[in-house]
């Protein structure tokens, strides 16, 4: 149930959780809904259950910015940097992989983080997952040592765009866009075009 009193079945959350790069960044997410939802990532079932995945919140305006600026952001929107001033995620959880438990994350860290963002997206905020940003400027800004490899950020906010889902073009461009009324687009393949009748 979000904020509004609004309950989601599981198929309008994953229909809800996009990865959303727009946000009122004036809209502060607690340390309590950032631990809720890694608890949500610890309780996810994990290959050999050796759980292996560490993380770290930031929530703070110094902390964001120092992770803001080594984040790359949209690269398919080639004219567009990343979000301005007050658009901003207000939070991150930077997802580590413990070396001294075993270096190799297998697919726990896709499977943690689909978790944290549905909790994010019930209680009406959203999140876009990085894979692209500056490893070392982040390791170095938040004091991660080298027993942690960083896996990925996750930006954390209250979305402030609107992203539609649409039926993948003739074409079979699956690059997202913006229109002039800065909707984010979102082509995706058919059911028939992704299951194979062998």
């Not at 009122?24 to 949500?40: A, G, S």
């Not at 080594?70 to 413990?98: C, F, N």
């Not at 500056?134 to 960083?150: A, P, W």
């Not at 950020?153 to 539609?164: C, D, R, S, T």
Request: proline share 3%; net charge negative; charged share 30%.
């Amino acid at each position: 149930m979000d904020e509004k009193g609004v309950v989601y079945m599981l198929k309008d959350l994953v229909a809800k959780n996009r990865c959303y790069r727009r946000f009122y960044q004036e809209e502060k997410i607690t340390r309590e809904e950032l631990l809720e939802w890694v608890d949500l990532a610890r309780l996810t079932s994990s290959g050999g259950n050796l759980q292996n995945l560490k993380y770290v919140i930031v929530n703070e305006d110094e902390k964001n910015e120092k992770v803001f600026k080594e984040l790359k952001w949209a690269a398919a929107l080639k004219d567009w940097v990343g979000p301005e001033e007050g658009e901003k995620p207000s939070a991150y959880i930077i997802m580590l992989v413990d070396t001294e438990i075993g270096s190799n994350p297998l697919w726990n860290h896709g499977l943690a983080a689909q978790s944290i963002l549905l909790g994010a997206t019930e209680k009406g905020f959203g999140g876009c997952m990085f894979a692209s940003y500056n490893k070392n400027n982040i390791k170095s800004e938040l004091g991660i040592t080298d027993r942690y490899d960083v896996l990925m950020v996750i930006a954390l906010g209250k979305p402030k765009e609107e992203v539609v889902l649409e039926e993948l073009g003739e074409d079979g461009d699956v690059n997202y866009w913006r229109d002039e009324n800065k909707v984010h687009h979102v082509p995706k393949r058919k059911l028939e075009d992704i299951v194979l009748d062998l």
